[in-house]
C-alpha cells in the first residue's frame, strides 16, 4: 500500500497529516474527493447497467438454447471438435549457423540465443557473420 493510502483510510493518521491546513484548504480537498467519489459512482451505475444488459442477453441466449432442445454441453461438444482440427505449423528453417569442434550448431534467430553464438556475439564477433548465405 502506498504511504498516501497509508495515511488516507486511517484515521488519526489522516488527521495528523492535514492538521496544518486552513480550513478553507480542508473544504477544497473534500469538495475534490467528493467530485472523484460522485465520478466514481458514475463510473460503477454504467458498468453494472452494462452487465444487466449482458446478463439479459445471455438469459435470452440460454432460453433458445434450451428451447431447441440443446443443452451447454452440446456447444461445448462442437466447440472442442473445432480445435482439435488445427493444423500446426512447419518448423522455421535456421537463419544462423557456427561450425564449433566439427560441429555445426543451427539456430532460427527465435528465442533464446544459443550460448556458442552468445560467447561469439560477447567476444565482439557480429550476427551477420553468422549468417546463413540466403537467409536474411
Do not use: C
Not at 466514481?40 to 458498468?47: A, H, P, T
Amino acid at each position: 500500500m502506498s504511504d498516501f493510502l497509508h495515511i488516507l483510510t486511517h484515521g488519526r493518521r489522516f488527521k495528523a497529516a492535514v492538521k496544518e491546513l486552513s480550513l478553507d484548504d480542508l473544504r477544497e480537498a473534500a469538495a475534490k474527493l467528493e467530485k472523484i467519489i460522485a465520478e466514481r459512482q458514475e463510473e460503477e451505475k454504467l458498468e453494472l447497467e452494462a452487465n444487466a444488459e449482458r446478463n439479459a442477453r445471455i438469459a435470452e441466449i440460454l432460453a433458445q438454447i434450451q428451447n431447441s432442445g440443446l443443452s451447454i454441453e452440446d456447444l461445448g461438444e462442437v466447440t472442442s471438435s473445432a480445435k482439435t482440427s488445427t493444423k500446426k505449423r512447419a518448423p522455421r528453417p535456421p537463419k544462423y549457423q557456427i561450425t564449433i569442434d566439427d560441429k555445426l550448431i543451427q539456430w532460427t534467430g527465435q528465442g533464446r540465443m544459443p550460448t556458442v553464438f552468445k560467447q561469439q556475439v560477447d567476444s565482439g564477433k557480429n550476427m551477420a557473420e553468422f549468417l546463413i548465405p540466403g537467409m536474411e
